[in-house]
């Protein structure tokens, strides 16, 4: 197995582990904090739209609002997506550099 086998899987399941991690950071947000949910546009998998992923992306990905609300699981929540979100972000550039990047050798 190549090595590029292997950062492939890796990234895959980095992403699926980040879209688990956002999803039940959204869950915690609907049912802990309802009325940040409803400013957030009541994100959902069916109620997806772009301007609910900016504002979902501002409040705990960009922005530090969340931190006001005093929840130490969504502390908790925000810096595993945050922190996966930075891997899943390293692997796409990686993987970029390996598709496209010189194949001289």
């Known amino acids: 197995m190549a090595w590029e086998d292997i950062l492939f899987a890796f990234g895959i399941v980095s992403a699926v582990v980040y879209l688990v991690v956002v999803t039940l950071l959204n869950r915690h947000v609907r ?7 409803d400013n957030l ?7 997806n739209s772009p ?20 929840d130490p699981v969504l502390n908790k ?3 595993v997506a945050r922190t996966l979100c930075l891997f ?4 796409f550039l990686i993987g970029i550099f390996v598709v496209f990047g010189d194949k001289s050798s």
């Open 31 to 37: 049912f802990r904090h309802p009325e940040i949910w």
């Open 41 to 47: 546009g009541r994100p959902t998998f069916w109620n």
């Open 51 to 70: 301007a609910n992923n900016i504002r979902f992306f501002k409040f705990c990905l960009v922005g530090s609002s969340y931190r006001r609300l005093g």
């Open 77 to 79: 929540y925000v810096f």
């Open 88 to 91: 899943v972000m390293i692997y």
